[in-house]
């Protein structure tokens, strides 16, 4: 079969001509409602709706897109978490949708300034902190290599909107709003700062921009917090394919404990894990089988073995480090409940992962996680007031009735099936597709002046 291509835009100091085609693909049912809210409540949706049609027509091809996206860290640095999978999994979609994709990111020592994985080609510069300006330098000289930027901002952005020409099309990807984490890190004239540049100066360069995030609550702190203005798309993470457990990975009732919690993600301040430690203190009398599993890396490892070490919890709390994929499914799908006690998150990536095992979550009432977290059906959210421990309790008790513990550990696993990678990308590789179909409409600005140079 012979599919017409049409010209998605062409502009000659680009190179030769975009096209985007129309192909058979597997229509996938409707994603979770990632529009804006109206102001009003919207009328429901009948078959044969723009929306439903929006659902399910094929996904364009974006054959020989050049894309740069521009990230604080790789996957494969050592603290590298959800925000890293989130552009790392996009770069995969889109490399397989025909985007040549360029991810500009930190470099780590030892690791090579350029490479290439999976098609895409990885280049680093700078540390922590100087990969910004060195981005900027670096795009300011490849200008016109790109037709689509996407900026992602962990607190600060690269500011690509200032050095690239308007008619590159960038979108800004926020997870959250950083002004906790600012203060969790940093002094507070250095914490005052982040948050007037997340805020009041991203806010203003991005305004034009169209903007992406990953919960409807992380749109909502956005809107109230940054009097962000532009277009904000809700693109939820995806969750890896269920990969039973073999059983020569499984883990025994007597290495897991009984009951057994567990606590997956990065040990980093704001996750916050010395308070899941700290439910072991709290059910020592009450619930003596009870044992804590640690699965992560991080800065806040010393930290937790010493609070390990001060308790006299060594059987009863175990740290595991990072585990393969393999022996994290199989101490997650072995634990009767997860556990996050983050102080926020853009979404809730491991509550996905272990919803996807059949694994409630025991996390607090914040933004991202509200959105993860069904209150009451895939786990329970700790309100204010609420002690994590007493909640946790609570869940484990009502985990003890098999008929309860079944229907709950069913409703994880269709909520976690709702969130998938692909899904995710076919509604950026949509909405970059929309954007550049929208250049080519209006017309791109051949003098390929930057923001700054137009005044933004």
Request: proline share 7%.
């Amino acid at each position: 079969m012979v599919f017409q291509q049409t010209p998605l835009f062409h502009d000659p100091s680009y190179g030769p001509p975009v096209t985007m085609a129309s192909e058979p693909v597997t229509v996938l049912p409707p994603m979770p409602d990632d529009t804006e809210a109206p102001k009003r409540q919207a009328a429901p949706k009948r078959p044969g709706t723009p929306e439903e049609q929006q659902s399910t027509r094929p996904e364009p091809r974006v054959d020989g897109v050049r894309v740069a996206m521009l990230n604080w860290r790789d996957p494969w640095q050592a603290v590298a978490g959800g925000a890293e999978e989130y552009a790392w999994r996009m770069s995969r979609h889109l490399a397989g949708r025909g985007a040549d994709v360029t991810f500009v990111t930190s470099r780590e020592r030892g690791q090579a300034r350029v490479e290439t994985r999976d098609g895409i080609v990885i280049r680093r510069m700078g540390g922590k902190f100087t990969v910004y300006p060195l981005v900027m330098l670096w795009l300011l000289f490849r200008r016109r290599e790109f037709h689509v930027a996407l900026d992602c901002m962990n607190g600060i952005p690269f500011f690509s909107r200032l050095v690239l020409p308007r008619r590159t099309r960038v979108i800004s990807v926020v997870h959250h709003v950083h002004d906790l984490q600012f203060n969790a890190y940093f002094s507070r004239p250095l914490a005052w700062l982040g948050r007037f540049i997340e805020s009041s100066v991203a806010s203003r360069v991005y305004r034009s921009c169209p903007t992406v995030t990953v919960s409807e609550s992380s749109r909502r702190a956005m809107r109230e917090k940054l009097r962000w203005r532009a277009p904000i798309t809700v693109i939820h993470n995806g969750s890896p394919p269920l990969q039973p457990v073999a059983p020569d990975h499984a883990v025994s009732e007597a290495e897991m404990g009984a009951p057994a919690i567990v606590s997956l993600g990065r040990l980093v301040v704001q996750k916050r894990v010395s308070r899941v430690v700290d439910i072991a203190v709290g059910l020592r009398e009450s619930r003596p089988g009870l044992r804590v599993h640690i699965i992560g890396r991080g800065p806040e490892m010393e930290t937790l073995t010493e609070q390990v070490h001060r308790h006299s919890l060594e059987d009863r709390v175990r740290l595991h480090g990072f585990l393969t994929e393999e022996q994290k499914n199989a101490v997650l799908s072995g634990s009767v409940l997860h556990v996050t006690a983050s102080e926020f998150e853009g979404w809730g990536l491991t509550v996905i992962e272990a919803a996807g095992l059949g694994v409630p979550t025991v996390a607090y009432d914040v933004d991202g996680l509200r959105d993860s977290v069904r209150d009451g059906e895939t786990g329970w959210l700790v309100r204010e007031g609420q002690d994590l421990t007493d909640v946790v309790d609570a869940a484990l008790t009502e985990l003890s009735d098999p008929v309860r513990a079944a229907e709950i550990r069913r409703a994880c696993r269709e909520w976690a099936a709702r969130f998938t990678w692909e899904r995710s990308g076919v509604a950026m590789t949509r909405l970059i597709a929309s954007e550049l179909a929208d250049a080519s409409e209006n017309g791109a600005d051949g003098k390929g002046t930057t923001a700054a140079e137009a005044g933004t």
